[in-house]
C-alpha cells in the first residue's frame, strides 16, 4: 500500500509614494458608509409603507429562521423597502446591529463582501485581516458571521443579482447562519430566488403598487421638488396602470416635472405615459435630454457613465467629451433622479437607464471604453524607465511632473484595458510599482489578483523575474518608507500567489530597511512572515530564528498579542523537530498571555496547538480534552468553524487510534459544517479525510469517489497545497489497485507541484510512493535510489512520519533479496553479505517501530513488527520471531494487517519445519485475501490471494515464481 501524509484634469493623489497616503480601513469604511447612505436615503425619502410588507419583515427579525429572499422586477420598490426597513430597524430594535449594502454601479461581489466583512470587523472588534484573495474572501463571509454573537445581527444585500459572471451564482451565500443573525437579500432573478428556496430560504414577492400607493408616492416626490405640479396631473400620471412600477411611476413624475412649463404640457404628459415598458420610459427620457442639450454631449457623457466600472468624476467628462463645464453641470444637474454621487465621482442608480444607453449608442460604448483606456494612459505618464524613473514626454493633456494617477484612476485604467482585452498594455501596467502598490492591497486586490491570473493563463510572462528588476530600480530611489510600503505590498502579492522564495526575499528587504529606520512594528511583523515562509518550506532552524526575533520585538514592544502569536510560531516549529516539552511550554505561555489580554481566538488557538503536542505525543486523552474544550467553545459562540475545526482534528486522532470508521464520522460531520457556511477550502479538505479513511477502510471506490471531489473543488480556488495532497493520495490508490502508470502520472503531478510550492514534505512523498510502484513492478534498483532521496529529504526537515514509512519500505526492499530458506538455522555468518542485509533491514524496522509508537502510527507499527518477525528468524531466532507473530495476531489489527500476519507466521512456520505446519495460519491469509480482494478491488490483495491459491492446491511453497525470488520473498505489506 502507497503511504499518504497526513491575501486640466481630476486632482492628483500619488498612490504608493508614502505608506501613509493609502486610505487606511477606517476611512474605506467610512467612504464606503456614505456612498451607501447616500443611496439609501435617496430611497427612503418617498417611500410608503406597506403594512402587510413590514409586518412581514418584523416576523423575519423576530425570531431565528431561514433568510429571506425578497424577489421582484426592476424599479418595484426593493431598494426603498429595505432602505426604509433598515432605518425603522434602528430606531426601533436599538439592540440590533444593522448592516445594509446596495450593490451601486456594476456589480461587484468582491467589494460586497468586504465592505460586510470590514463592517463585521467594526462593530465587533475581529481581530482578523480581511481575506487577500477572492477564494478566502468568500469562504470568510460565512465563517466570520459565527464570530459576531451578542445580540441581533440583520443583514440586508440589496440586488444580489447584480454581480459580474465572477459572482457564480449563490454560491457566495452562507449555507447556513447563526441562529442570531437575520439575513436579507433582493434580487430581480427568478433563477437566483428558486437555488435559494431550494436550500430553505423563504421567499416574499412584492405586489405591483395599488392607486392610492402611488398618488402618496407621487405626493411626497412633487412637494419636495420644483416646480410644482398640479394635483390632476400628479393624480393622472399615478392612476395610469403604467405607474404601478415604483421606477416607471418615479421616472414619469421627473419627466413630467421637466416639461411642465413647456406650452403643450399635455403633449408632453401623454408623450411620457404612451411608454409601457421601462425600456420605452429610458428611450424618452434620452430623446427629451437630446433635444434640450444636444445629441453629441448626451451621447458622450452617457456612454463614458456607462462605460466607467466605479463611477466618473465631472472633469473627465469634460475633457473626454469636450463640451464646457457649465454644459456638463447642467447635463448632471438634469439627471439627478439617474445617478448617484459617490465620493466625487457619478454612478447610475439602476440598470435600465444603462442597457437603454447601450442600445440607443451601440458602437459609443465601446468607444468610451478605448477613449477612457487612453485618457488614463496618457495621465500615467507612459511606461517606467529602466533607471525606474517615469518618462516626463508631453503625452497627454495633464503633462507635467505630477502625473501620477490615484487609486480610483488606477484601478478604472485595470479595468477598461481588461475589457478591452488589451494584455500587452494591461501586462505593463500592472508591472508599475505605483500600480501594483496602490492596487495589490485593500478594496481593489481582488480584481489584480484576477487580472493577473488570466495574463499568466494567456501568456507567457516572468513574473518574479519582471517585478524583481522593477522593485530593485524604484527601491534605489525611493525613501524609506517609500521602499518598505511597496515591498511589503508586493510580498504580500508573492505570498498570496504562491512564489515564496521571491516572497522571501521580499519581507527580508522589508526587514533591513525596516530595522534601518527603527521601525519595531514592521519588523516584528516581517519577522513572523518569514518565520512563516521558512516553515512552510520545511527550514525549521531558520524559521525558528525568525520566529524568536519576532518575540524578542514583541517583548521588547510589549505588544502582547504579537507576543501571544510568536509563542505559537515558536511551538508549532518544536512540534515539528519532535521536542515536545519545549512546545508544551511555548503554548502554555501563549495561553495564559491570551487569558490576561482576553484576546478569546488565541486562547482557543493556543488550546488547539497544545492538544496537537499531546496528539504527537500519542498522550490522545490530553489531545481529546483540549479538542473537546473547543468543541463545548464552539457550540457555546454557535461557531461553526471552530466546530468544523474541532470535528477535523478528532477525526485525525481517532485515525491516529485506528479507529477509522469513528475518523470516517468526524470528517463527514466537519464536511456537513463547512458545506454549510460554503467553506468549499475546508469542504475539499474534509473530503480528503473522508477519503482516507475509505481508502485505510479499504473502500476504495468511495476513497477515490471523495479524493476526486476534493481535488475538483482544490483546483477552482487554486488550493494547491491541496491539489499536492490529493494527487498523492489518489495516486495511492490507484497503485493499490494495480493501474501503476496512472498513479505515477498522480505522483508526477503532486512532486511538481510541491517542488512549485517548496514543499520538501510533499517532494519526498511523491518520490518515495512513486518508488513504491517501482517496486511493485521488480525495478529494485530505480526503487532503491527514489526510497533513500525520500528517506533522506525526510531525515533533512525531521518528517517523522515519512521517516517511519521509508525506513519500513527500505526494510522491504532489502528482505526482497534474502529468501527466508537460505538463513541457516543459527542465524547467517557475521560478516557475510546475508548478514549485513538482514542487520541493515532489522535496524530500519526497530527505529521504525520506536518512531511509529512515538507518534501513534498504529499501520506502520503493526506491519513493521510483522516484518522485524522475519528478520528475526533471518537471524537465527526462529522462536521468539513466530513468538511475536502469535503475540502480534491476538492484538487488535486491520484485516490487511492480520492477514499480513497469518501469511508471515504460516510461510515462517512451514519453513522451519519443511512440513504441514503452518498451513492454518496461510488459510486463514488466504481467505482474508480473498475477502478484502473482494471488497477493495485492491491488486495487492488478489495477488496474495493468488499465490496461496496455488500453494495450498499442493504447489510447493519453494519452488521459484517466474521472477526467480521465492514465494516467501512476496510477503509485502
Known sequence: MNTTPDNTGPPHTVIGARTGSRPSAAELLATERAAQRAFADSRCRIYVPRPAVI????????????????????GAGKSALIAYWCERLRSEHADAVVIEHYVIGAGDLNGTIRHILMELADRFLLPDPIPATPEALQNAFASWLWGTRGGVLVIAIDGADRFRPDGDGAAWLPGTIPPWVRLVVTTTDERLRDMLAVRG????????????????????????????????????????????????????????????????????????????????????????????????????????????RDGMRQPYLEHLSGADAGSVRLLLDALQHHLLPRGDAFVFYHDYLQRTIRLRYGDAVQSAHASLADYFLARLGGSEREDGSESSEDSGPDAGPARSLDTMEMAELAYQLHSLGRADSLHDLLLRIDVMAALSRGERQYDFLIYWRELIDGMDIDIVGE???????????????????????????????????????????????????????????????????????????????????????????????????????????????????????????????????????????????????????????????????????????????????????????????????GALGAHRRKFTSDAEVGDRRGMSVALGNMGLAYFELDDYDNAIACYEQGLRLAEELGYRRQIVWLATTIG??????????????????????????????????????????????????????????????????????????????????????????????????????????????????????????????????????????????????????????????????????????????????????????????????????????????????????????????????????????????????
Open 55 to 74: 409586518a412581514r419583515m418584523e416576523r423575519h427579525v423576530a425570531q431565528p429562521g431561514a433568510p429571506l429572499v425578497v424577489c421582484a422586477p426592476s
Open 201 to 308: 430560504w423563504e421567499t416574499m414577492m412584492l405586489e405591483p403598487l395599488t392607486v392610492d400607493e402611488r398618488r402618496q408616492i407621487a405626493e411626497r416626490y412633487i412637494a419636495d421638488h420644483a416646480p410644482v405640479l398640479p394635483a390632476g396631473i400628479v393624480h393622472g400620471v399615478a392612476d395610469d396602470a403604467g405607474s404601478a412600477n415604483p421606477l416607471m411611476l418615479r421616472t414619469r413624475l421627473e419627466e413630467v416635472r421637466h416639461d411642465a412649463d413647456q406650452a403643450d404640457a399635455d403633449a408632453a404628459i401623454a408623450y411620457f405615459l404612451e411608454a409601457r415598458t421601462l425600456d420605452e420610459m429610458y428611450d424618452r427620457v434620452l430623446e427629451r435630454l437630446e433635444r434640450n442639450h444636444g445629441r453629441a454631449i448626451v451621447r458622450d457623457v452617457m456612454t463614458l457613465l456607462v462605460a466607467a
Open 467 to 661: 517585478y524583481r528588476r522593477r522593485i530593485g530600480r524604484y527601491r534605489e530611489q525611493a525613501d524609506t518608507a517609500n521602499a518598505v510600503d511597496a515591498i511589503d505590498a508586493l510580498g504580500a502579492f508573492a505570498h498570496n500567489i504562491g512564489e515564496w522564495e521571491f516572497a522571501e526575499e521580499l519581507y527580508t528587504d522589508k526587514y533591513r530597511l525596516a530595522t534601518a529606520a527603527g521601525d519595531r512594528v514592521q519588523c516584528a511583523e516581517a519577522a513572523g512572515v518569514l518565520g512563516r515562509l521558512r516553515q512552510q518550506k520545511g527550514d525549521h532552524a531558520m524559521a525558528l530564528v525568525w520566529f524568536e526575533q519576532q518575540l524578542v520585538t514583541a517583548t521588547e514592544l510589549d505588544h502582547r498579542r504579537q507576543m501571544a502569536i510568536a509563542l505559537g510560531n515558536i511551538g508549532t516549529v518544536h512540534a515539528e523537530q519532535g521536542r515536545y516539552p519545549q512546545a508544551l511550554d511555548c503554548h502554555h505561555r501563549q495561553h495564559a498571555i491570551a487569558a490576561a489580554i482576553g484576546d478569546s481566538r488565541q486562547i482557543v488557538k493556543s488550546t488547539a496547538l497544545l492538544g496537537k503536542v499531546h496528539d504527537l505525543l500519542g498522550d490522545y486523552a490530553a489531545a481529546l480534552r483540549c479538542y473537546s474544550f473547543i468543541l463545548e467553545e464552539a457550540e457555546r459562540t454557535g461557531d461553526r468553524n471552530m466546530q468544523s475545526f474541532a470535528a477535523a482534528t478528532i477525526g485525525r486522532i481517532l485515525r491516529a487510534q485506528g479507529d477509522h470508521v
Open 732 to 973: 495511492s490508490v490507484h497503485a493499490s489497485r494495480g493501474r501503476r502508470d496512472r498513479a505515477l502520472e498522480y505522483f508526477a503531478t503532486g512532486r511538481r507541484v510541491a517542488e512549485e510550492l517548496g514543499d520538501e514534505t510533499y517532494v519526498a512523498y511523491a518520490i518515495g510512493n512513486a518508488a513504491i510502484v517501482r517496486l511493485e513492478e521488480g525495478e529494485d534498483d530505480e526503487a532503491w535510489g527514489m526510497l533513500e532521496d525520500a528517506l533522506a529529504r525526510h531525515y533533512a526537515i525531521g518528517h517523522r512520519f515519512g521517516i517511519a514509512d521509508w525506513l519500513y519500505h527500505r526494510a522491504r526492499l532489502m528482505l526482497r533479496a534474502v529468501p527466508v530458506t537460505l538463513a541457516p538455522p543459527n542465524g547467517p555468518r557475521g560478516g557475510s553479505r546475508l548478514h549485513d542485509v538482514v542487520g541493515s533491514a532489522a535496524r530500519s524496522l526497530e527505529e521504525c517501530i520506536e518512531l511509529s509508537g512515538a507518534i501513534g502510527r498504529h499501520d506502520t507499527l503493526a506491519r513493521a513488527r510483522v516484518l522485524r518477525a522475519r528478520t528475526l528468524f533471518l537471524q537465527g531466532e526462529q522462536a521468539a520471531a513466530l513468538h511475536r507473530l502469535a503475540m502480534l495476531s491476538k492484538e487488535q489489527l486491520s484485516d490487511a494487517d492480520r492477514a499480513a500476519c497469518s501469511y508471515e507466521e504460516g510461510m515462517l512456520r512451514h519453513v522451519r519445519t519443511g512440513g504441514s505446519e503452518g498451513w492454518a495460519e496461510l488459510k486463514a491469509a488466504m481467505d482474508l485475501y480473498a475477502r478484502l480482494a473482494a471488497r477493495t478491488g485492491n491488486a495487492e490483495y488478489a495477488e496474495r490471494h493468488a499465490t496461496l491459491a496455488r500453494t495450498m492446491n499442493g504447489r510447493s511453497m519453494m519452488a521459484p515464481n517466474s521472477s526467480g525470488r521465492y514465494h516467501v520473498d512476496e510477503t509485502q505489506q
